[in-house]
């Protein structure tokens, strides 16, 4: 049964920009109220004007979800303002393309503790007043696509990914008889802020999404919000926002040699470049007049 979804109030982090923006957007036009939660309080205020444009009633919280004690001082300032809350979105993260062998413990751990733990402690927090309040709700994660296929470059934001797959379907069952639903979301390439980020963390410039990306496997971060919303009319274990993509995956797993012939092209391709962007580098750097500094590194492999 299509559920209403008017005048109920949703916590979104990484909402300055992105997915998270875009399902802020997306939720006021379906009739509920915002918590909005970034560290970047301008950003934050652009899209809190947009909700109010649309008619609904939006909050801003300045907060870094890696930071201890954020969790509770977002939830308590939501039940200050709104008097309650019925959606939680789990959006903020981060990615950084760099083989495994050389990226540092110190970067594994900062990565799983922004992607995952920050996320697995706001939705356990956000369970356990649901529960107590017996009102039901909706919690959500923004995994990936890769959790299901971890790609050459990226098996670090793929584990992360992963790891809030299997928390999601767990909690889904575990607090059904509390009438919470969970649900992990799985977009693929999405044209947001996400890839300067990841470029800037890969010690490179620029951040487009690649050249060699197929254009199918591309979409806007308004289609993965709309997923969501329909995902909240109508609640299912996984929000997927490319049929392609989620029956690929499926192949992969039942035929796993497939994708490895797919991997070994891409590893083999991204090691070619990474190493003439060393071999431009090295030059430019021995040469600063000749231009090449700017230019390779505007590449993303």
């Given at each position: 049964?299509?559920?209403d979804?008017t ?9 300055s ?13 379906a ?22 444009a649309?008619?609904?009633?939006a ?10 004690g954020h ?5 308590d ?5 709104f ?15 760099r083989?495994?062998h ?24 956000a ?12 919690l959500?994660?923004c995994?990936?696509?890769?959790s ?12 992360t ?12 069952f575990?607090?059904?008889p ?8 799985h977009?693929i ?22 050249a060699?990306?197929?254009r ?9 919000a709309k997923a969501?919303?329909?995902?909240l009319?109508?609640?299912r274990?996984e929000?997927?926002?490319s ?17 490895d ?8 391709r ?7 962007v ?12 000749n ?11």
């Amino acid at each position: 049964m299509r559920r209403d979804l008017t005048d109920q109030v949703a916590v979104i982090t990484g909402a300055s920009s992105g997915i998270g923006a875009a399902t802020a957007r997306a939720m006021a036009a379906a009739g509920i109220d915002v918590v909005l939660v970034a560290r970047r309080r301008d950003k934050l205020d652009q899209v809190a004007s947009e909700v109010r444009a649309l008619g609904r009633r939006a909050h801003v919280i300045v907060a870094d979800v890696a930071d201890g004690g954020h969790v509770d001082r977002i939830l308590d300032e939501t039940d200050r303002v709104f008097g309650h809350f019925d959606i939680v979105f789990a959006n903020a993260g981060y990615g950084m393309e760099r083989p495994m062998h050389e990226t540092s413990n110190e970067e594994v751990r900062r990565m799983f503790e922004v992607n995952f733990f920050a996320s697995v402690a706001l939705l356990q927090a956000a369970a356990n007043r649901l529960q107590r309040a017996r009102r039901g709700g909706h919690l959500l994660m923004c995994s990936s696509c890769v959790s299901k296929f971890a790609l050459p470059g990226h098996g670090l934001y793929a584990a992360t990914k992963a790891a809030q797959e299997s928390v999601c379907r767990a909690m889904r069952f575990e607090l059904a008889p509390d009438n919470i639903e969970v649900a992990s979301v799985h977009p693929i390439t999405t044209t947001s802020e996400f890839f300067d980020t990841s470029a800037a963390r890969s010690g490179l410039r620029g951040g487009s999404i690649p050249a060699h990306t197929p254009r199918w496997f591309v979409q806007s971060p308004e289609r993965v919000a709309k997923a969501i919303v329909a995902c909240l009319r109508r609640p299912r274990s996984e929000v997927w926002t490319s049929t392609i993509v989620r029956l690929s995956a499926a192949l992969f797993t039942a035929v796993p040699f497939a994708l490895d012939l797919v991997l070994r092209r891409e590893a083999k391709r991204q090691r070619v470049v990474r190493a003439r962007v060393a071999a431009i580098g090295a030059t430019a750097i021995q040469t600063p007049a000749n231009g090449y500094s700017s230019s390779v590194h505007n590449r993303r492999s």
